[in-house]
C-alpha cells in the first residue's frame, strides 16, 4: 500500500476521503484532484494486486498532487484532493457508471473489484465517494458565497502510451459544454510556451467529466480539467516548472472579467 505526502505551511483538513488544502484560500480558484493518491486501506488486500501494480497510472494520476500542491500553495487556492486510489472507486464517474469500481484497468484484471454486491459498493459510495464530493461542494459553494464566480480545474495526468498507442500532447485540456477555460488555456500554452496541447485529448469531456460537471457547469461555473503527460511531471523539476506555468495562467484567466460570469451553456 503506497501513500503520498508532502509538508505545507498552509492549513489543512484531512480525513480518511479527502485532504484540503487552503480551505480560506483567497484566490477565485478552486482546484480538485480526484486522482491524487494510490492508497488503498489494508483492510481491501491491495484489492488482489500486487504492490507495484499500485506504482502505475492504473492506480492514480502521476505526478498531479503534487502540481495541486504547488498551485495551491503559488495562488492561495482552496484545493481538495482524494486520498484513496481511484480503484478503489472512481471520484470522476457517476454513482451508476460501469466503471466507477473498475473490474479492469488498461488491460489489468482487478480481482478485489469482481462480483462486487450492492452492500460492497454502497460501502465504497459512502465511505469514499459521497464525503469526497459533498466537501468539494461545499469547497464550491463557499467560494463563491465569498463573492467570486469560482474557475473550477479538475487536476489530471495521463500515461505516455495507451494500448500501445504514443501520446504526443504534453497536456491536454477537456471541456464538455462549456469551452471557455480550456480554450484560453490552450491558446496560452501553445502561444507563450511552445507546447502542444489537445483539445478533448487524449480524453473527451463530453465522456469523462463528471466532477466538473457536478461542481462547475451545473453551477454555470467556468470549469475544465487539466491533463498533462505523466512523463512531464514525475519528476520534482518537472511538477515544479508545471505547477508555476498552471499557476501564471490561472491566475490571470481568474483576474479576466470576461470569464469570470456565470453561464449555462
Not at 173 to 182: F, K, Y
Request: include cysteine; glycine fraction near 6%; hydrophobic fraction near 35%.
Amino acid at each position: 500500500m503506497l501513500q503520498t505526502s508532502h509538508k505545507t505551511s498552509r492549513p489543512v483538513e484531512q480525513t480518511e476521503a479527502y485532504e484540503i488544502l487552503n480551505p480560506q484560500g483567497k484566490a477565485g480558484i478552486v482546484l480538485i484532484c480526484e486522482h491524487a493518491s494510490n492508497f488503498i486501506p489494508e483492510e481491501f488486500n491491495n484489492l488482489g494486486l500486487e504492490p507495484k501494480e499500485l506504482e502505475r497510472h492504473i492506480a492514480w494520476d502521476i505526478g498531479m498532487a503534487e502540481i495541486t500542491r504547488h498551485i495551491s500553495d503559488q495562488l492561495d487556492a482552496p484545493a481538495i484532493l482524494a486520498r484513496f486510489s481511484r480503484l478503489l472507486i472512481d471520484p470522476n464517474r457517476e454513482a451508476d457508471h460501469a466503471t466507477l469500481i473498475p473490474a479492469v484497468s488498461d488491460e489489468t484484471i482487478i480481482p478485489g473489484n469482481r462480483d462486487l454486491d450492492r452492500a460492497a459498493v454502497r460501502e465504497r459510495l459512502d465511505r469514499f465517494y459521497h464525503p469526497f464530493h459533498d466537501r468539494a461542494e461545499k469547497l464550491v459553494r463557499h467560494k463563491a458565497a465569498q463573492g467570486h464566480v469560482p474557475l473550477v480545474a479538475g487536476m489530471h495526468s495521463f500515461t505516455p502510451v495507451m494500448n500501445g498507442v504514443p501520446r504526443p500532447w504534453h497536456a491536454g485540456m477537456l471541456w464538455n459544454r462549456d469551452p471557455r477555460l480550456a480554450r484560453e488555456l490552450i491558446e496560452r500554452l501553445q502561444k507563450k510556451h511552445g507546447l502542444m496541447v489537445g483539445d478533448n485529448k487524449p480524453y473527451s469531456g463530453r465522456d469523462l467529466f463528471h466532477t466538473m460537471n457536478r461542481h462547475g457547469a451545473d453551477h454555470g461555473y467556468p470549469q475544465v480539467t487539466i491533463e498533462v503527460r505523466q512523463n512531464e511531471i514525475d519528476t520534482p523539476a518537472g511538477q515544479k516548472k508545471w505547477g508555476r506555468i498552471l499557476a501564471e495562467e490561472l491566475a490571470e484567466l481568474a483576474a479576466d472579467r470576461s470569464l469570470t460570469t456565470i453561464r449555462h451553456f
